[in-house]
């Protein structure tokens, strides 16, 4: 029996609410295709559907262009004659802009959003639809929150839970628990937010999509992560990952990876939250998920302040404010702007923070949201504070007092807030001594307390109790002290604190030994002030002083370690005839293009777990172009060639003695990409010379290919401990290769520029979908390095090119879709010589920020 146009539909509802999208666009494709894609009211419906599966799975941009298909069919003329089903098109009509509003929303588009749901809204209401007025109020719910407009945001979600409960719809009910948790959380209200989402997650488990399913899991583990018990937090990522295991990627996916760096972070390890964080930020970037991106970068951008590399740090946050400028996301840009400011703060660079705290009193002035107008207020007190100026740090203490009176739209600013004003009445009390300052301090102690008490906040609890310690020694409550710090110790151990056990262990140490001395000091009648510097008061609100209370706990900044990065150098000019050539010249071939568009299944295929390689019956066209490619390149007296990563696969013993021989017959310098190898499981980028290998180099960051429906994880053997890159010394100068994504890792940059000797020629060959960011680095690489910079893609994504780091350089690329060539003459000497004057020009000026965008 044939399924009619309305049952395929229903279908692939059915497979949309139960997370299996590739079979519902499979279902809608086929509805496209055949003749029920001639009637309009079919047709509205299956581009509502594709829409919603767009942003689904992170297709941000399909979504849209869905949108845009169904906004083009109701301005058509011939939908007048529909007006008997005038009705019907306005509530496809309200579903469109439901979607449209949704994916704005992810995009970070908060005008639109709130236009497309209002109108949505406005429909529905005029239709009577209940169930549809009540998704509008839960997305408006969603818009306001995003703003901050917290008690706008509980309004809408309390009119949209109210006619859920109405209707007995439980996954809608679902959904606005979910909501009303972020706005608990918000507020600092974990217990009720925590409520919440195990309220929301009950329902999913039994009625809705493992996809949804994977957001509640998450939305709890951030509950337990502010809660301060990160290994609780860690055990429901792991389990939304899981989830996550049987379904396509999307921005669920991301999120688990953004949150698992906050988890590193928060325990003091920075460089694998750095991983993850860099892990979260490729998935982001495959989707266009702008809000995902923002935060990414500026949590990286945090995690490279605390590892004290302030320059790095800056660049982060720059991109992220770039991007954030470009949504028009107030919020967003707040955030990125008062991220560089605290950063700045901290690294006692105040001119710096004083220009951005222009730019947010911009911002301020433009925005109507309290968030941001909180955000400006707390970001002028800290840097009024830093100034040391008795009036100017009287007028922080002012700005701090008037946010405590109010509802703060985030609570983690409350504490800052606290904590901030705590530290200046200490500062007062230094100066004058007085006893009402110092009852003050503890008067907001104790509120502190509460706050930690009332949000489960272990972290900020402990801290609060070894504040409160230091205090009652300042006031000679000497047994008051030595019980906050014991309770301090206890609850830092149950809960699992390990760093803050540490932390007050020594304090209970240093009480036990001090506090002979202190009670004799105590005989002498000492001032407030001396007490205040014999505990080392000041030091530890220094360690309090964090811009949120997920990191209090953590000093403001992590020793710094040794870089995961070591570079080897190599000498083939020691042992050998040849010396180094003065001019030479240096090619890309992008090859590797797939008839219909469908590289992983067309050219490769799985050949272990989690690694692929070309083909068998691609192997001869593969040995065509790069026979074509090496001749051509030599009729143009190319003397170095790189090909892109995966694109010539040397475990074909046929294309291994190619590249051998044809290095050999023309003298050239020949790097095939990079390739899987299968005996040692690792992403190894060999350079062939006329006398075979010369060298080979290992790719350190695995990747996460994610094209149309379809992804691959890169399995691959990387180095648990240090990871060599090769700086080797050849006729062609000395030269740095990295593959794909670890050129863009900032800590290996950083380490190739400060090579001794200097880098002359990166070449970085790549198999990427996401060409915009590699462009950034090789801009900014071609100076801050001072090389020649390589970037050979594969030529299904393209956008390969050189960058040369003269004044007057002339980029090259070649396009997306296209196999062709490219070179570039270089100087050696000139650009050694031309080197060094900009290292001396750059010694003669302030370092500053530099965005990659």
């Not at 997920?550 to 040794?562: A, D, F, N, Q």
Request: proline share 2%.
């Amino acid at each position: 029996m044939t399924e009619s146009a309305q049952e395929k539909l229903t279908r692939a509802k059915a497979l949309l609410k139960t997370g299996e999208y590739e079979k519902c666009l499979q279902v809608i494709n086929a509805l496209s295709a055949g003749d029920e894609s001639k009637d309009p009211l079919v047709t509205l419906d299956t581009l509502v559907i594709r829409a919603e599966v767009s942003w689904r799975t992170g297709k941000l941009d399909d979504g849209l262009d869905a949108i845009d298909k169904a906004e083009r069919f109701f301005s058509a003329d011939w939908m007048r004659k529909l007006e008997e089903q005038k009705e019907i098109l306005q509530q496809k009509k309200s579903n469109i802009l439901s979607q449209a509003g949704v994916i704005y929303w992810y995009k970070g588009d908060l005008i639109k959003a709130k236009e497309s749901h209002e109108e949505s809204l406005r429909i529905r209401e005029r239709l009577g639809d209940k169930e549809g007025i009540s998704i509008a109020y839960n997305n408006l719910g969603l818009v306001f929150w995003t703003k901050g407009d917290l008690d706008k945001a509980t309004e809408c979600y309390k009119r949209s839970i109210t006619i859920y409960e109405e209707l007995n719809d439980e996954n809608g009910v679902s959904k606005v628990l979910n909501n009303l948790a972020n706005i608990s959380a918000s507020r600092g209200e974990l217990d009720q937010a925590l409520e919440y989402h195990q309220q929301s997650l009950a329902i999913k488990e039994r009625i809705a999509s493992k996809q949804d399913v994977a957001v509640s899991l998450i939305n709890i583990g951030v509950i337990y992560r502010l809660k301060g018990e990160l290994d609780k937090a860690t055990e429901y990522y792991n389990k939304s990952l899981a989830i996550q295991e049987d379904i396509n990627i999307g921005p669920e996916f991301a999120l688990v990876l953004h949150n698992l760096g906050e988890i590193y972070s928060l325990k003091g390890e920075i460089q694998l939250s750095l991983e993850f964080y860099q892990r979260s930020l490729l998935i982001y970037e495959a989707m266009g998920t702008k809000e995902g991106i923002v935060l990414t970068l500026i949590n990286i951008g945090d995690c490279y302040s605390r590892k004290g590399q302030p320059e790095i740090a800056y660049e982060y946050f720059q991109r992220g404010l770039t991007i954030a400028e470009d949504m028009g996301s107030l919020r967003l840009i707040s955030n990125a702007l008062s991220d560089i400011i605290w950063a700045a703060l901290d690294n006692k660079d105040t001119e710096l923070a004083h220009e951005y705290l222009s730019k947010l009193e911009l911002v301020n002035s433009e925005s109507d949201s309290l968030f941001v107008d909180q955000r400006y207020r707390l970001s002028k007190a800290l840097f009024l504070k830093k100034s040391g100026r008795t009036r100017e740090r009287a007028e922080a203490e002012e700005i701090l007092e008037k946010l405590l009176e109010e509802e703060i739209t985030d609570h983690s600013l409350t504490v800052t807030a606290m904590i901030h004003l705590c530290d200046l009445l200490l500062m007062e009390l230094k100066i004058s001594g007085e006893e009402s300052i110092l009852k003050r301090a503890k008067d907001l102690t104790e509120r502190l307390s509460g706050i930690a008490e009332e949000q489960a906040s272990h972290p900020l609890f402990v801290e609060t109790l070894l504040l409160q310690s230091k205090l009652a020694v300042v006031a000679f409550e000497f047994n008051q002290a030595d019980e906050l710090m014991k309770k301090a110790k206890q609850i830092a151990d149950e809960k699992g604190l390990l760093r803050l056990s540490k932390t007050v262990e020594r304090e209970v140490q240093l009480l036990q030994q001090q506090r002979e001395k202190w009670e004799k000091t105590l005989k002498t009648s000492p001032s407030k002030q001396e007490m205040v510097e014999l505990t080392n008061l000041n030091e530890l609100l220094e360690k309090m002083v964090q811009k949120t209370v997920e990191t209090l706990g953590l000093e403001s900044k992590v020793e710094s370690r040794k870089s995961k990065y070591r570079l080897v150098y190599q000498d083939l000019l020691g042992s050998s005839q040849k010396s180094e050539r003065g001019r030479f010249r240096v090619g890309i071939a992008q090859i590797g293009l797939a008839d219909q568009g469908d590289i992983l299944n067309e050219l490769y295929e799985e050949k272990g777990d989690g690694l692929i390689g070309l083909r068998d019956d691609s192997i001869e066209t593969v040995r065509e172009k790069l026979q074509s490619m090496v001749k051509r390149a030599n009729s143009e007296n190319v003397d170095v060639l790189i090909f892109p990563e995966m694109t010539i696969d040397l475990n074909y013993e046929q294309l291994a003695e190619d590249v051998r021989n044809l290095a050999k017959q023309y003298e050239m310098c020949i790097i095939p990409g990079s390739f899987h190898n299968k005996d040692t499981r690792k992403n190894v980028c060999r350079v062939y010379g006329q006398d075979g290998i010369l060298w080979e180099q290992e790719k350190h960051i695995p990747a996460i290919i994610h094209i149309a429906d379809k992804r691959f994880i890169e399995k691959i053997e990387t180095s648990e401990k240090e990871k060599n890159t090769i700086v080797c010394n050849t006729q062609f100068g000395r030269i740095a290769i990295t593959i794909c994504r670890d050129f863009l890792d900032m800590d290996l940059r950083v380490e190739l520029k400060n090579s001794d000797p200097p880098v002359d020629l990166i070449i970085n060959p790549a198999f990427t979908p996401v060409t915009a960011d590699f462009k950034a680095a090789h801009f900014d690489a071609r100076r801050s390095i001072y090389a020649y910079c390589f970037f050979a893609n594969v030529a299904e994504f393209g956008d390969s090119l050189i960058y040369s780091p003269e004044k007057d350089r002339i980029e090259r690329n070649v396009p997306r879709g296209e196999e062709n060539l490219i070179y570039k003459d270089v100087d050696l000497f000139q650009l050694r010589s031309e080197r060094k004057k900009w290292e001396e020009e750059r010694k003669k000026k302030v370092s500053f920020i530099q965005s990659t965008r």
